[in-house]
């Protein structure tokens, strides 16, 4: 079970003696764009969670400053023995054998080595890192909607989309550990600009973002009179959610741009299927929480089926995520935790080289 308090927003302290004495206590964290959760763990249970706010623009060493203050906080209740190593969630694109950041357009990094900074501040223990998408995908896949599933695709749909690819049970990493960047599937030719400096990407047409500037297009073309309501009232800015809101209480204009959104991640996971041959899609993110799905899910899964076989049609099952914020916890705590799929492809790759 996950011990993590609803909602997040005030983290939940370990419990007295947090049932761990005489047990390894991992350190998990997730940073994102505008929040961090670090948390505490066993190998198999997430004890306790403190939620920062990122402030990106006070630049990594303050980031890493306050992670380790978190954690050492949280690592200092009553009964629990010393953090014997961290897992770490990190925007990519990364180098994991180095732990260090290439580059992050939301968080400022350049070539940083968060690894070997946050392991000085925490007394020399070991640190691993993996990008966001990746760990909430091994999260899902270990412990949530993906389950039971060697052959795994994991979409997360947020303000941007994230992915990530298993196959036999392991996280695809490619050459440069650089797969599995779904979001940023060639989608439309000469499409929207993306933040990746690409454009028509499936993320510049189909994430949170996209939807939220879909919609203010909509306001300047006077095209959706129930958004420009829920605009007004919200102060003026449009986000997915209102676009969400307007076409749940009936609005034409955008009920069509999310159908032609969904049509967009049908098309790409349609292909996914076709070239990875998975038993299941998992999508997770903000975009996807139950509402939203209830209103894209059917869409997404009728133009999926348009570029499938009959043969595959059935056999592929389309999910919702289950972890929501603690996807990427648990995949940070796969990292380092014994037990895991991580350590057991650890192990082996540690035995195949003899
Ligand atoms: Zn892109």
Not at 170 to 180: E, N, R
Not at 206 to 227: C, H, M, V, W
Not at 266 to 274: C, F
Not at 286 to 303: D, T
């Amino acid at each position: 079970m996950i011990a993590v308090s609803s909602p997040l927003a005030s983290g939940t302290p370990p419990a007295e003696g947090g049932g761990s004495a005489g047990r390894t206590v991992f350190g998990v964290v997730d940073v994102g764009g505008t929040k961090i959760l670090a948390g505490l763990a066993t190998a198999s249970e997430i004890l306790a969670t403190q939620r920062l706010s990122t402030q990106a623009l006070r630049g990594p060493d303050d980031i890493v400053d306050r992670i380790a203050g978190a954690l050492t906080q949280l690592a200092g209740a009553p009964g629990l023995p010393r953090l014997s190593a961290v897992g770490l969630s990190v925007p990519g694109p990364l180098d994991r054998r180095l732990g260090v950041v290439h580059f992050t357009p939301n968080l400022l990094w350049e070539h940083y080595p968060v690894a070997a900074e946050l392991s000085r501040r925490l007394g020399g223990i070991p640190v691993r890192i993996d990008d966001d998408a990746n760990c909430a995908a091994a999260g899902e896949a270990w412990q949530g909607a993906g389950r039971g599933f060697a052959h795994l695709v994991v979409l997360t749909i947020g303000t941007g989309i994230g992915g990530a690819v298993i196959i036999d049970g392991v996280l695809v990493h490619g050459h440069q550990d650089l797969a599995g960047e779904i979001g940023h599937m060639a989608i439309v030719p000469d499409g929207p600009p993306c933040a990746c400096g690409h454009s028509g990407c499936l993320e510049a047409v189909a994430s949170g973002n996209a939807i939220g500037r879909l919609g203010a297009a909509l306001l300047t073309q006077n095209e959706s009179p129930a958004l420009s309501r829920l605009a007004r009232e919200g102060g003026g800015e449009v986000h997915a959610d209102l676009v969400f809101r307007a076409a749940a209480a009936g609005d034409p204009a955008c009920q069509a741009l999310l159908d032609k959104a969904a049509g967009h991640l049908g098309a790409a996971i349609g292909s996914l299927v076709q070239v990875l041959n998975p038993q299941a899609v998992v999508l997770g993110g903000g975009v996807m929480c139950p509402e939203n799905a209830g209103r894209l899910l059917p869409a997404i899964r009728a133009q999926m089926n348009r570029h499938l076989f009959e043969i595959q049609r059935g056999a592929v099952q389309l999910l919702r995520g289950e972890l929501g914020d603690s996807a990427g916890l648990w995949g940070a705590l796969q990292l380092v935790a014994p037990g895991s799929p991580a350590a057991a492809q650890r192990a082996g790759n540690a035995a195949s080289r003899g």
